[in-house]
């Protein structure tokens, strides 16, 4: 089983360019998740889908967009990126109340 | 709003110490506090979790306790060792959100040979 994957790993983008984050799981979870990590700020929610077919903002919801594709698969999408974007982007899954597991990260920066 | 605060931010110890991390939680309806552990480049891994039903929990060098009255809970590793270097984020269940969790800042911990 590979978990929880994510793609790209890394991406340069400028201001304004649109871009999605991919994110797919095989362990046949509910919840879905995609968090944002700063320097000294832990991890923050951006959204969150509880179940396939629903989504809903976390605590920093502004500038993103998300689908749930299927049940495997969550993307994280950027309309016009910002460089208060620039973050490190991880997707996790986990059945509720339970161990979330992450993906590798995406290592995102806008210029 | 929720939060959770995390404390201290860094921590250094030698090698074979004990390190303890504190966290602390805003709404006392949550019921589940997990402890993920983060190396340098790497995802974030649980380590230990406890629900609120317990008090204290323990695996090998790891324990954690839970103060539910106080609202706090904290992460013990014993017997520390040089691989146990990283940082460590708290995290306590959001009520009536099927799961979500709210994360402390962070503490990175610092084992010295």
């Known amino acids: 089983n590979a978990g929880v994957t994510q793609t790209p790993k890394f991406q340069v983008l400028k201001t304004g360019q649109s871009m999605t984050l991919q994110c797919a799981q095989d362990?046949?979870?509910?919840?879905m998740y995609w968090y944002r990590q700063d320097p000294g700020m832990g991890l923050r929610l951006i959204y969150y889908s509880a179940s396939e077919g629903t989504t809903d903002k976390g605590e920093v919801p502004n500038g993103y967009n998300v689908s749930r594709l299927n049940k495997r698969e969550f993307s994280l999408r950027l309309e016009s990126a910002a460089p208060s974007q620039t973050s490190v982007y991880f997707c996790?899954?986990?059945?509720?109340?339970?161990?979330?597991?992450f993906g590798p990260g995406t290592r995102l920066t806008v210029t | 709003g929720e939060n959770v605060e995390q404390h201290p931010s860094t921590l250094s110890v030698q090698e074979g110490d004990s390190a303890v991390i504190k966290c602390t939680y805003s709404?006392?309806?949550?019921?589940?506090f997990p402890w993920y552990k983060q190396e340098l480049g790497k995802r974030p891994q649980l380590i230990i979790d406890i629900r609120s039903n317990v008090g204290e929990k323990k695996d090998q060098r790891i324990a954690v306790t839970l103060n539910k009255t106080a609202k706090h809970f904290s992460l013990h590793i014993t017997e520390t060792q040089p691989e146990d270097s990283a940082v460590y984020f708290c995290?306590?269940?959001?009520?009536?959100?099927?799961?979500?969790?709210?994360f402390g800042k962070g503490t990175k911990l610092s084992v010295k040979p």
């Open positions: 709404d006392s309806a949550s019921n589940y």
């Open positions: 996790a899954s986990s059945e509720y109340y339970g161990e979330q597991y």
């Open positions: 362990m046949n979870h509910n919840s």
């Open positions: 995290a306590a269940s959001r009520v009536g959100s099927q799961g979500n969790l709210i």
